[in-house]
């Protein structure tokens, strides 16, 4: 049964820093891995996604790793910003899981100005 | 906005009474999902639709809760004989073709049974 952990539960940075959240999964058979960030109360937006071929994927200040024989993803986000306030969720495909995507428990992540 | 839409995106009601939520998915995603976010957890999967076939149901999805998607376009969930343990967020979700691609969610709709 695959399972996803995402480490630190919560984490707070002063505006400007540079910083890298966890995630690992325990069955390395994926299609594919996606961060999502949830703003409190709404719903979810897609960051970036990457295919299990791919090692990495980047979108402006944020870059994505994937690392599947270990099972570990990360997120780093440069220069971050009090807007980049929000909670980030990883959540994996894999091949034994019919489609759906199996979520981690998220990162609640503060920028203070 | 993602294409997704909930109706509606929130609801107070009481214990014991049923509620429906709808999702409209981005018009020509064949796949359709729900899940259950309760506060400070990632979601949970409740149920998928390919077209109009339900293909897998979680073991959370008591014999109150029930989904559908006539003619594979919108979707519905209904909880029957709601329960305090009910009270959550339920998001839906639509992806096109075959898994492992992007899958889009809705903005949520939030159920509180008091």
């Known amino acids: 049964k695959q399972e996803v952990t995402q480490i630190p539960a919560a984490l707070s940075v002063p505006e400007g820093e540079n910083l890298v959240l966890n995630c690992s999964f325990t069955d390395s058979a994926i299609y594919n891995l996606q961060w999502f960030r949830q703003d409190p109360g709404k719903g979810l937006t897609s960051l970036l996604l990457i295919q299990s071929s791919q090692r990495e994927q980047t979108s402006g200040r944020l870059n994505a790793s994937l690392d599947k024989s270990s099972g570990r993803s990360t997120l780093y986000i440069a220069a971050s910003q009090p807007g980049d306030s929000a909670t980030y969720l990883c959540a994996v495909i894999g091949y034994n899981q019919g489609g759906k995507l199996i979520f981690g428990q998220g990162t609640e992540l503060s920028v203070k100005p | 906005d993602t294409g997704v839409s909930q109706d509606p995106r929130h609801k107070i009601t009481k214990r014991g009474q049923n509620v429906t939520f709808r999702c409209d998915p981005i018009s020509e995603h064949n796949r359709l999902y729900w899940y259950r976010q309760t506060l400070g957890q990632g979601p949970e999967f409740l149920t998928y639709f390919q077209n109009e076939a339900q293909l897998e149901k979680s073991r959370l999805l008591s014999d109150r809760f029930s989904a559908e998607r006539p003619k594979g376009s919108f979707s519905t969930l209904e909880i029957q004989r709601t329960e305090q343990g009910d009270s959550a967020m339920y998001l839906c979700?639509?992806?096109?073709?075959?898994?492992?691609?992007?899958?889009?969610f809705g903005e949520g709709s939030w159920l509180t049974v008091v």
């Open positions: 979700a639509s992806s096109l073709g075959v898994a492992g691609n992007t899958i889009y």
